[in-house]
């Protein structure tokens, strides 16, 4: 560089640094959807020529009423002599903030009143991600010149986080998700306590074309024999304003038969504070809302299906015990899965219990182990030892008859007579004597 650019260079220096008052660059974080403010202020005068831009394109000019359409003219031909290169060739250009056809002019303006007072603010309403970027808001007044830059953010907050078990991909996962947020936000895993295996998370952030909005998913598989372990989803913003903790815990499944009281646990992690209580049910279909529990009342609402089915001790709720008394339960309406959900400012926890409500004939089995077969075994061995004895006894009975009934002498006994061949030699038939020779005797009757 020669030694007059130089010179000319250190004049244009001075020359600017004199008529432009420069301030360092203000950041602002504008939420998607409502109003974003962009401060500029400057020493008003008589005329007040008031410009922003956005990355060099033009949102929005704004001339004070007391300046007049030639003033306003001489202003704009100064202003195209000085930057005409740099304005008129990234006017040109397309801008994010253009796109489709919005117009600035719809969305942004400023305040008259304060313009007269040295204010410049502009307002930007229903700010989007698209409205992002480095603004420059340029005063001319009579007095000279004042520059100064915005450098804004869009934000779409995390205004909840949801955690579920799912069964969708054909085996069990913990699904942690969130929607209607921007930018895209940082995902992490842990577990309590610490498990032995690492988990795996798959996440995914799609955006909407439309909108530039993310829905952010994210699933780790579940882990086998580590029962009662509670998985942990903590979701931080990129700018690292917000950060959101959900946890998720799977407890023992509970069985019992029809007709008998169970209680369905669930336990508030120690860090929540006055958190909100909610239980709903799943059987095969969307959740049914059962009960709600408000920390600042200190009231708890049924729904009126639920009514004289559950109750729930609100005095333990605060202590973190939202345990669930089912009362006389139904095999088909109340078997499905209990989930309660406990939420505070950027945190919520959920404990799923699934619950089996057997029928009546099934209770023994299901429930516990039942004591009547041994009642019903003992009332057949004694009617089994009652008709052995009465058996014995009978049988004992009929012998001892027998023995004790003596043949009795009759007037009429038949004689067997004895045939001659049957006789043995030298016997004599008693109705024979000795000497007949064989002989019968007959003797005469007193009739005869």
Excluded at 1 to 22: H, N, R, Y
Excluded at 201 to 218: C, F, H, N, W
Excluded at 271 to 289: I, N, V
């Amino acid at each position: 560089m020669s030694l007059k650019q130089t010179w000319v260079w250190l004049l244009l220096s001075f020359v600017g640094s004199a008529t432009q008052d420069k301030t360092p660059d203000t950041h602002v974080t504008c939420v998607v959807a409502e109003d974003c403010v962009l401060p500029c202020a400057f020493q008003p005068s008589s005329n007040n020529l008031v410009r922003w831009f956005r990355q060099e394109a033009l949102v929005l000019s704004f001339l004070s009423a007391d300046s007049t359409e030639e003033e306003e003219e001489e202003e704009e031909e100064e202003d195209d002599d000085e930057g005409s290169d740099e304005d008129t060739e990234e006017d040109g250009e397309e801008q994010p903030g253009l796109e489709h056809g919005q117009r600035y002019d719809d969305r942004a303006s400023v305040i008259p009143e304060l313009v007269a007072r040295g204010n410049a603010t502009l307002v930007l309403k229903g700010c989007g991600p698209k409205d992002r970027g480095r603004y420059r808001c340029h005063v001319r007044t009579a007095t000279g010149a004042h520059e100064s830059h915005v450098l804004v953010k869009v934000e779409a907050p995390l205004r909840s986080l949801n955690m579920e078990l799912s069964r969708l991909s054909g085996f069990e996962e913990i699904k942690c998700s969130t929607r209607h947020v921007y930018p895209a936000p940082h995902v992490t895993w842990e577990t309590d306590p610490p498990a032995s295996h690492h988990l795996r998370p798959i996440t995914r952030k799609l955006a909407d074309k439309q909108t530039g909005m993310y829905v952010v998913e994210s699933r780790v598989r579940r882990l086998r024999n580590h029962p009662e372990i509670t998985y942990v989803c903590k979701v931080t913003s990129s700018y690292g304003m917000q950060s959101w903790t959900a946890s998720l815990r799977e407890r023992a499944e509970i069985s019992g038969p029809e007709r008998r009281d169970i209680s369905i646990p669930c336990h508030a992690p120690p860090h929540l504070r006055d958190p909100f209580l909610s239980w709903t049910f799943t059987h095969g279909q969307d959740p049914a809302h059962i009960l709600a529990y408000d920390p600042y009342s200190r009231l708890s609402t049924v729904s009126p299906p639920w009514e004289g089915h559950i109750k729930m001790d609100t005095y333990r709720v605060p202590l973190g015990d939202g345990t669930l008394r089912l009362l006389d339960p139904d095999h088909d309406q109340h078997t499905g899965v209990y989930t309660c959900t406990y939420s505070a400012p950027y945190n919520t926890h959920t404990e799923e219990t699934e619950v089996t409500i057997s029928h009546v004939a099934e209770k023994h089995s299901s429930w516990e182990p039942s004591h009547w077969w041994i009642v019903a075994l003992v009332i057949t061995l004694l009617v089994i030892a009652l008709a052995a004895m009465l058996t014995y006894l009978k049988v004992k009975g009929s012998f001892s008859t027998t023995r004790k009934q003596p043949e009795q002498p009759t007037e009429m006994h038949s004689v067997k007579v004895s045939t001659p061949e049957e006789m043995i030699p030298g016997e004599s038939s008693p109705l024979t004597g000795p000497e007949s020779g064989g002989e019968t005797t007959h003797t005469p009757s007193k009739d005869a």
